[in-house]
T-cell receptor, first 115, second 112 residues
Framework: AQKITQTQPGMFVQEKEAVTLDCTYD???????LFWYKQPSSGEMIFLIY??????QNATEGRYSLNFQKARKSANLVISASQLGDSAMYFC????????????FGAGTILRVKS | EAGVTQSPTHLIKTRGQQATLRCSPI?????VYWYQQALGLGLQFLLW???????NRGNFPPRFSGRQFPNYSSELNVNALELEDSALYLC???????????FGPGTRLTVT
């Protein structure tokens, strides 16, 4: 079974600084996909970034980048130039292809951006 | 392009009643997924529908059921509601079953 671990329950970052949210995963599948979602207080899950296990380069989407270290089984999210609107819960997730394509989520990290 | 929509936004029911939650996927998406986000339990996979068929279900009792209509919209039914069914229910859709899943705003179900 696949497992996602997010060890940081909460993080603070100063506005305009960069922050790294940790995510480690466990899977026996050679092919897998990793996702990061943002969940503001409104509840909606917003897709941020995707990394495939065979992708040669780390994924980037605007201010979001994924620091993918396959040997360490880590897929950390880096947010550059933090903004107040980045304050939210962040979830790392993995697609479980064996069990019908469901997403397996970590416990999440609450990020608070300070002005 | 319109995102995933869910209705109602909030739903209050009493124990033993039935709840029906609705989801409309992004246009062109054929796969619909349902997740439950209960306090303290994180996000748990409920059901996956693709092309009108139930493809997989999570570790939930049979009183959680649903269906997908020909227009790919979906309905989640929860029978014999229990207090612990109180949660945010999120629907997601994807273009193909291996593509990114995009979520709707959720339905917050409260069982009293």
């Amino acid at each position: 079974a696949q497992k996602i671990t997010q060890t940081q329950p909460g993080m603070f970052v100063q506005e305009k600084e960069a922050v790294t949210l940790d995510c480690t995963y466990d899977t026996s599948d050679p092919s897998y996909g990793l996702f990061w979602y943002k969940q503001p207080s409104s509840g909606e899950m917003i897709f941020l970034i995707y990394q495939g296990s065979y992708d040669q380069q780390n994924a980037t989407e605007g201010r979001y980048s994924l620091n993918f270290q396959k040997a360490r089984k880590s897929a950390n999210l880096v947010i550059s130039a933090s903004q107040l609107g980045d304050s939210a819960m962040y979830f790392c997730a993995m697609r479980d292809v064996e069990y019908g394509n469901k997403l397996v989520f970590g416990a999440g990290t609450i990020l608070r951006v300070k002005s | 392009e319109a995102g995933v929509t869910q209705s109602p936004t909030h739903l209050i029911k009493t124990r033993g009643q039935q709840a029906t939650l609705r989801c409309s996927p992004i246009s062109g998406h054929t796969s619909v997924y349902w997740y439950q986000q209960a306090l303290g339990l994180g996000l748990q996979f409920l059901l996956w529908y693709d092309e009108g068929e139930e493809r997989n279900r999570g570790n939930f009792p049979p009183r959680f059921s649903g269906r997908q209509f020909p227009n790919y919209s979906s309905e989640l039914n929860v029978n014999a509601l229990e207090l612990e069914d109180s949660a945010l229910y999120l629907c997601a859709s994807s273009f193909q079953h291996l593509a990114e899943q995009y979520f709707g705003p959720g339905t917050r179900l409260t069982v009293t």
